[in-house]
């Protein structure tokens, strides 16, 4: 198979592979719900597991956001040190650390406040 199909067959693939999974996932939760509907079960006893993980959102939004900074700090120190690569990959690294730990310290302070 030549590489430029498989290029553009992988993404594709993925997608339709996405969506497909997210049908049958509401597909089996709605069989799981109708059983025990027939079983006399209260469905509405799993709602409260159900709650909302911000964490993960914050995560990627902070490592996004440093990730970016980065790449504009590497841009802007290869064009005053001429370091080629270098800058670009080391001040990534370090802006995605930096976001990442800020991530953290906002996931420890609302713990914290939930807890108290």
């Known amino acids: 198979m030549d590489v430029a199909a498989l290029g553009v ?15 049958y ?27 909302r993980n911000t964490s993960i959102p914050l995560r990627a939004s902070l490592l996004l956001i440093g990730a970016g900074v980065g790449l504009l700090f ?20 370090i802006c995605g650390g930096v976001g990442l730990g800020l991530s953290y310290l906002i996931e420890e302070k609302k713990s914290k406040e939930v807890k108290s």
Do not use: C, H
């Open 9 to 23: 067959m992988v993404p594709i693939v993925a997608i339709i592979g996405t969506f497909v999974m997210i049908v």
């Open 25 to 51: 996932v509401r597909k089996f939760e709605n069989l799981e719900r109708m059983s025990m509907i027939e079983k006399g079960i209260d469905p509405s006893i799993f709602r409260g597991r159900q709650y």
């Open 74 to 93: 590497g841009y802007w120190l290869d064009s005053m040190t001429f370091m080629d690569e270098v800058a670009y990959f080391s001040m990534l690294f």
